[in-house]
């Protein structure tokens, strides 16, 4: 079996999705350790995941630099959209109704994906530095609890940002991401970020929602304070599910 890149659980828990060093994505049943079904690529598929309402559905970013929507019962493309930048990272929201997609080169994208197309909305402007090694690919995307709106979006400038809608409310500083695919994560209450770091600690920032400014405002928010601890090359870093954080 080929070394796998990625892991990914669906709204059916008995189904999970993966990727490796192939070029291809399988479907597992978990139950049986089976392998349902298997969809090609022309390069590594560095993200994947199920449409969150409907699981006979899900999108995939690539180096080849192309994004797809998968219909899983018939195993086709449903739809796809070349972004010129090879894909690191991809998600749907909640409701399955928007996918965001981000490049190497930095860029984020959003496409309407109501009727299981890619229908291109906008570029999101991260205010992301060029320095003289180039812009910083996106690392990760988390939705915010309860939410369609604010995303958690990790970039390898090592910096968190979160946005609403379109615009950049907030920042979380403090871990270092230079060229690791690392992607921070929400706690289930909303209240905490959490990341993995190169410097192998875990960081754990305080998120207040209600500190985000208002539309009308250019400035954005940073949060430099947070707790640390060691954790020896660690990559990924999750809260407990059903764990009250205090």
């Not at 019962?73 to 409701?95: F, G, Q």
């Not at 399955?96 to 906008?122: I, N, P, R, W």
């Not at 946005?163 to 403090?174: C, I, P, R, S, T």
Request: net charge positive.
């Amino acid at each position: 079996m080929p070394l796998m890149f990625l892991i990914y659980h669906g709204p059916n828990p008995r189904y999970l999705l993966s990727s490796s060093m192939d070029k291809t994505v399988r479907l597992w049943d978990i139950t049986s350790s089976t392998c349902l079904k298997t969809f090609s690529h022309t390069d590594y598929v560095t993200c994947i995941q199920f449409n969150p309402v409907d699981d006979n559905f899900f999108i995939s970013g690539s180096l080849d630099e192309k994004v797809r929507i998968w219909n899983v019962h018939d195993r086709k493309i449903e739809d796809w959209n070349d972004l010129h930048e090879m894909v690191t990272a991809a998600c749907y929201s909640p409701d399955g109704q928007v996918a965001m997609v981000g490049s190497h080169k930095g860029s984020c994208h959003l496409f309407d994906t109501t009727e299981k197309k890619l229908l291109y909305k906008s570029q999101i402007d991260l205010r992301i530095r060029k320095k003289k090694s180039g812009q910083k690919k996106i690392t990760g995307f988390q939705f915010a609890p309860g939410s369609s709106l604010e995303v958690l979006i990790t970039s390898a400038d090592s910096r968190i940002r979160v946005v609403n809608g379109d615009e950049l409310v907030h920042k979380f500083k403090g871990f270092r991401n230079t060229s690791s695919q690392i992607s921070a994560s929400v706690a289930p209450n909303g209240k905490y970020v959490v990341c993995a770091s190169e410097d192998s600690h875990v960081y754990v920032w305080r998120h207040d929602n209600s500190s985000h400014p208002s539309r009308s405002r250019s400035a954005v928010d940073v949060t430099n304070s947070y707790e640390h601890f060691h954790c020896r090359d660690v990559t990924v870093a999750i809260t407990w599910p059903g764990a009250e954080a205090r």
